[in-house]
């Protein structure tokens, strides 16, 4: 298993582009997520999705869209990126929406908004 | 909303001494307690879990966990750190009922001196 994967791994934008960080997870788990890191912040929770074609906000969702056509992916949208979403964003699934179950994540995806 | 709390931002400890991470959580319902490690330029992986029963939690890499209901508190230690322990540290905490909401701390840096 490849597990969690995430695409690109660096990306440079500039104000008002946009652009799609992609997710896939071979596991065939239920719940994926969207963190992003910011420094003394720890991860702060963008959108989950608990099945394809079910999606929530989370903490942090303004400037953000996604969609879950299918258990394996999970593409986080960046709508007209700005400097504030510069960040490490990280991908994430578990076995079911259960907050017993152990969080797998993506090696993550490290966006510089200029 | 659950407030976690890690006090240590840094910490530095000698090869081969113990270490103890601090955690303190803010709900008064029943929680899921786990830490997550960091390494560089990686996604997080689990250390270990409390979900029930023994307040004492083994998990990889040499390090146990105990979870203190009076006090709040999941306080990672290690009897004997190494070189290779070097990480990010990360506390998250999930509300029984409450669906795959994670809480995270800001985490604390732990680096091993030679």
């Known amino acids: 298993n490849a597990g969690v994967t995430q695409t690109p791994k660096f990306q440079v934008l500039k104000t008002g582009q946009s652009m799609t960080l992609q997710c896939a997870q071979d596991?065939?788990?239920?719940?994926m997520s969207w963190y992003r890191q910011d420094p003394g912040m720890g991860l702060r929770l963008i959108h989950y999705?608990?099945?394809?074609?079910?999606?929530d906000q989370g903490e942090v969702p303004n400037g953000y869209n996604v969609s879950r056509s299918t258990t394996e992916d999970f593409p986080l949208r960046l709508l007209s990126a700005a400097p504030s979403q510069t960040s490490v964003y990280f991908c994430?699934?578990?076995?079911?929406?259960?907050?017993?179950?152990?969080?797998?994540f993506g090696p993550g995806t490290r966006l510089l908004v200029l | 909303a659950q407030s976690v709390t890690q006090l240590d931002s840094q910490v530095p400890v000698f090869e081969e001494a113990p270490v103890e991470l601090r955690c303190n959580y803010s709900?008064?319902?029943?929680?899921?307690l786990f830490w997550y490690v960091q390494y560089p330029n990686q996604g997080l992986q689990l250390l270990l879990k409390?979900?029930?029963?023994?307040?004492l939690v083994k998990g990889i890499n040499g390090f146990e966990a105990e979870f203190n209901k009076s006090q709040t508190s999941f306080h990672l230690r290690k009897p004997s750190v190494h070189i290779s322990d070097t990480a990010e540290y990360f506390c998250?905490?999930?509300?029984?009922?409450?669906?795959?909401?994670?809480?995270f701390g800001t985490g604390t840096s732990l680096t091993v001196i030679p």
């Open positions: 709900s008064s319902v029943s929680v899921y």
């Open positions: 596991m065939n788990h239920e719940y």
């Open positions: 409390y979900l029930s029963g023994s307040t």
């Open positions: 998250a905490v999930s509300e029984a009922g409450g669906g795959n909401q994670f809480y």
């Open positions: 999705s608990v099945g394809a074609g079910i999606t």
């Open positions: 994430a699934s578990s076995p079911r929406d259960r907050g017993t179950e152990t969080q797998y």
